[in-house]
């Protein structure tokens, strides 16, 4: 009896330490940000993140559903934690800034399952001075060491029902024009139905959103989810529940509907929540790239910045094609192809384009439409449409390596896979030694259309695979990468530098193509999209208007602003994107375009607000000069720049291409002024933007 009694008190002491521990959460806070972690009572890990002590995101649940244990998620018990501190400095290849504080408190709890089999997880979080990052662990165990990932559990439980910028959850595009609502407005049902721009499959979860997704709450606080570092697992996507306000993960499945193969040890990317009271320290936070792993390779002097024309706008508009011949079947008497008279990679015009690279100090030439198959790369030929290395009949290759080295030219290659992945994985090396043998550095790759054989989605584990194994491939040969209908960057550039750009969105070629972009579009894209990493969007279009066939068809926004995005949208590639005659028509606002660099030491966010207006300086690597850029949408406004970022005492030219008076980027968009004054640190700048409109400065000192 005594014993029993005696048996029963210290099995209630252990249960009230239990829940008390449970209970009281554990903690790490950096400033004004705190993060909380505790079981529930049925073992539920749960996180929450504070702004000030205001909840940014409420107890949210974290866990999985395992094809052989959908209940990944509970019953489980805290093992131990520990803590740590870091702050450190590293400077990327090439980037908006040359210097990057890494500066975090970090929590890792280590859990284990108590019901099944003694699984064990570890939960990270990474508490910075601007938001959280944390990720699952899966150590190495015997219970669990090659498993199926049937869902990632992980929610954000939203304090309300806050502003959202959205782009559908499909899972094969995200070259989706930005929709602005409310959280309990969100429905993408129609707008995918709609949409004629795109090859889209319908979205099966109508309610489900793409990250980066930015969000602004009643009370002005900047939200900012996303993920870092995707490697080996799917795209993140979320799934809005219009009525609790609460986001959960939502892992872009394989052809066959499962999540993720994996084998332990295995660390998930990184879940981030980018915080701030401010819009601009959105845009200037870091916390993506430290999230990602450190480059491992020292010799990176091969990888360069640069800016570049191409064979390329001619296409998009209609003026030539790609393909050589109209299609496969239409053969000369000999047997040859038939050619259709209107290939935009001949010998010739690609010689046109390098001279004209050559003469305005513009490093690369990108020719698309140089090899066979694209007379029918949508279409019977599929799986082994491309071959990567067979150039036209008209496209010299020899004759143009040594034309644009002796001008002091690089030729951009370029890879479209027409979503045959495995016909490029079976190539690649065939494909990169030719780049080696003709001296090309550069790829532009493409993943247009359904991904064959199997149907696999462009954001699935399968293919995010295939992105980061061309990286790889593309390492071994000294080769950097430009990708399209690749999925959304994470920040693996700070690990892969070669991985120079990828598109991963609506560019400015939907204003050839399509019904276009709406002004508003450049000023989302900082606060989503490039979250991630530099986009290769194609600014500098000088003819707005006139350049398709469709009628009304033209771009939105006015010739400063082509200029100012530049500035505003980051990538160490850069296209001048019309053509080289519609640049010799303005000289004087090209002189813009050959001055402005692609690789900077600083970066300042003076103005910001998704959908409305950014405003960015920038200073040239290795420089003096600084560079700004300012965007607005279909709205008029004066931007107001103080120039105090500029060296005490000294004085600048500043010259400014902006909007003239009567400016608008739908009834007269070419119109532009070039002022120059000289200005100093003192100096404060007021430029008018045009509706749809910009501006671009330049600051040399004097
Ligand atoms: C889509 C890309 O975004 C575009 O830049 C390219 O020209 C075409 N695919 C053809 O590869
Ligand atoms: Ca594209």
Excluded at 282 to 302: M, R, V
Excluded at 375 to 385: A, I, L, R, T, Y
Excluded at 394 to 421: P, W
Excluded at 605 to 629: C, M, Q, S
Aim: neutral net charge; contains cysteine; charged residues 20%.
């Amino acid at each position: 009896m005594l014993l029993k009694r005696i048996f029963f008190y210290l099995l209630s002491i252990l249960v009230i330490q239990n829940v008390t521990a449970q209970q009281k959460p554990l903690q790490t806070a950096m400033n004004k940000m705190k993060l909380e972690f505790r079981l529930d009572e049925k073992g539920t890990p749960l996180y929450a993140l504070y702004y000030n002590n205001k909840p940014v995101i409420q107890p949210s649940a974290l866990g999985f559903s395992l094809a052989d244990d959908s209940t990944f998620n509970y019953g489980f018990k805290i093992l131990s934690n520990e803590k740590r501190s870091v702050d450190e400095t590293w400077s990327p290849v090439w980037g908006e800034v040359n210097k990057i504080r890494n500066h975090y408190e970090e929590l890792t709890v280590h859990l284990q399952q108590t019901q099944k089999a003694n699984r064990l997880l570890n939960i990270v979080f990474r508490v910075f001075e601007d938001g959280l990052g944390f990720r699952y662990e899966f150590p190495n165990q015997p219970n669990l060491k090659y498993f199926i990932v049937t869902d990632e559990r992980t929610q954000f439980k939203l304090s309300g029902d806050h502003k959202a910028f959205w782009i559908p959850g499909d899972y094969d595009t995200n070259e989706y024009p930005y929709t602005t609502s409310k959280i309990s407005e969100i429905d993408n049902k129609d707008l995918v139905e709609k949409s004629t721009d795109i090859a889209v499959r319908v979205a099966p979860d109508r309610s489900a959103v793409q990250t980066p997704l930015m969000m602004k709450t009643n009370d002005d606080l900047y939200i900012n989810i996303h993920e870092a570092a995707l490697i080996n697992y799917p795209a993140m996507q979320l799934h809005v529940d219009n009525r609790s306000y609460t986001l959960s993960s939502s892992l872009v499945p394989d052809a066959i509907g499962n999540k993720a193969y994996l084998q332990s040890p295995f660390n998930t990317p990184w879940r981030t929540i980018i915080v701030s009271d401010k819009a601009t320290d959105i845009l200037a936070s870091k916390i993506i790239l430290n999230l990602n792993d450190p480059c491992t390779f020292t010799n990176t002097s091969w990888i360069e910045p640069m800016k570049f024309v191409g064979v390329w706008w001619e296409m998009q508009t209609g003026k030539s094609t790609w393909s050589y011949a109209n299609n496969r079947d239409e053969v000369t008497p000999d047997g040859n192809l038939k050619p259709n008279g209107k290939h935009g990679a001949n010998t010739a015009n690609v010689k046109r384009y390098i001279d004209f690279a050559a003469a305005s100090g513009i490093k690369g030439v990108l020719v698309e439409g140089w090899n066979t198959g694209w007379e029918d790369w949508f279409g019977n030929w599929k799986d082994k449409v491309f071959d990567f290395v067979t150039p036209y009949p008209d496209f010299d290759i020899k004759e143009l390596t040594h034309y644009a080295a002796a001008k002091g030219v690089k030729i951009i290659m370029h890879n479209e896979t027409s979503g045959s992945v495995t016909n490029y994985e079976r190539q690649i090396d065939t494909a990169f030694a030719l780049m080696n043998r003709f001296g090309y550095t550069s790829v532009k790759t493409g993943y247009v259309g359904k991904i064959i054989p199997r149907g696999e989605h462009h954001d699935g584990q399968y293919m995010v695979d295939h992105y980061l194994y061309v990286i790889q491939k593309a390492l071994q040969h000294n080769i950097t990468v430009d990708s399209h209908e690749s999925v959304r960057p994470t920040g693996l550039h700070r690990t892969y530098p070669n991985w120079m750009a990828s598109e991963a969105s609506r560019g400015n070629e939907y204003n050839a193509f399509s019904n276009g972009n709406a002004p508003e579009h450049e000023t989302i894209l900082p606060f989503t999209r490039l979250m991630g990493g530099p986009m290769d969007y194609t600014p500098g279009i000088f003819k707005l208007k006139g350049y398709s066939s469709v009628p009304n068809r033209q771009v939105h926004t006015t010739l400063a602003k082509q200029l100012a995005l530049y500035i505003t949208i980051y990538s160490p590639l850069q296209m001048a994107a019309d053509f080289p005659e519609n640049y010799e028509a303005k000289k004087d606002a090209f002189q813009f375009i050959k001055d402005v660099p692609v690789d900077w030491d600083d970066t300042k966010i003076l103005e910001a607000e998704p959908g409305d207006y950014v405003t960015i300086a920038r200073k040239e690597k290795g420089k003096a000069n600084w560079f700004i850029g300012a965007i607005t949408d279909e709205h008029n406004r004066t931007a107001t720049i103080p120039l105090n970022f500029l060296d005490k005492g000294k004085k600048y030219n500043v010259t400014i291409y902006a909007d003239a008076k009567d400016t608008d980027w739908k009834t007269n968009p070419e119109a532009y002024t070039i002022t120059h004054v000289v200005s100093d640190a003192n100096s404060i700048l007021t430029l008018q933007l045009a509706k749809g409109g910009g501006a671009a400065i330049s600051i040399m000192p004097l």
